[in-house]
T-cell receptor
Framework: RKEVEQDPGPFNVPEGATVAFNCTYSNSASQSFFWYRQDCRKEPKLLMSVYSSGNEDGRFTAQLNRASQYISLLIRDSKLSDSATYLCVVPEAAGNKLTFGGGTRVLVKP | GAVVSQHPSRVICKSGTSVKIECRSLDFQATTMFWYRQFPKQSLMLMATSNEGSKATYEQGVEKDKFLINHASLTLSTLTVTSAHPEDSSFYIC????????????FGPGTRLLVL
């Protein structure tokens, strides 16, 4: 089993709709989680951090389910500019090494 | 916020040549930096951890003699791809940890390498 696993998509989302997708992780000791956004041919950029049960920032909501070992990202009122690959990232329990999921591609269409 | 730069942003080279990529933390010091590689339609894969003043730590399957890492100062790490081949063509990204507990990392803009 991969350490961090994501549905690669693509998720084709009508503009204005809501989309949600999950990320499963294998290390039950993981304490913090991150969602990054990566545009084509660009570096990843931090979208949200998740330390406890969840986090909300505007149209974006991340939730953590420790029992089932997954985090989710929900995007409300999708904009065309939300089209990107969303990377689930889990730091090692000790140290600063990050493990990246394969990414979920989201395409928002008019 | 913290900024990490990379140079060059893009490089095209002939097979067999060596290419050096620089990663700089512009407004903070980084005793550790990370080098990743990303192939098309794949996620970032950690290649090595660069440690200031000591040897780099390489991930399994990454050849240390091919990917030379030097972390000579608290703001600069370099990755040299020696005797590059077409299969080394990829997007190379560095990152540096942020300050504070549970902080994430700051990524450089990446270097796109094409080996002909």
């Amino acid at each position: 089993r991969k350490e961090v696993e994501q549905d690669p998509g693509p998720f084709n989302v009508p503009e204005g709709a809501t989309v949600a997708f999950n990320c499963t992780y294998s290390n039950s000791a993981s304490q913090s989680f991150f969602w990054y956004r990566q545009d084509c041919r660009k570096e990843p950029k931090l979208l949200m951090s998740v330390y406890s049960s969840g986090n909300e920032d505007g149209r974006f909501t991340a939730q953590l389910n420790r029992a089932s070992q997954y985090i989710s990202l929900l995007i409300r009122d999708s904009k065309l500019s939300d089209s990107a690959t969303y990377l689930c990232v889990v730091p090692e329990a000790a140290g600063n090494k990050l493990t990246f999921g394969g990414g979920t591609r989201v395409l928002v269409k008019p | 916020g913290a900024v990490v730069s990379q140079h060059p942003s893009r490089v095209i080279c002939k097979s067999g040549t060596s290419v050096k990529i620089e990663c700089r933390s512009l407004d903070f010091q980084a005793t550790t930096m990370f080098w990743y590689r990303q192939f098309p339609k794949q996620s970032l894969m950690l290649m090595a951890t660069s440690n200031e003043g000591s040897k780099a730590t390489y991930e399994q399957g990454v050849e240390k003699d091919k990917f030379l890492i030097n972390h000579a100062s608290l703001t600069l790490s370099t990755l040299t791809v020696t005797s590059a081949h077409p299969e080394d063509s990829s997007f190379y990204i560095c990152s540096a940890p942020g300050l504070g507990v549970m902080e994430t990392q700051y990524f450089g803009p990446g270097t796109r390498l094409l080996v002909l």
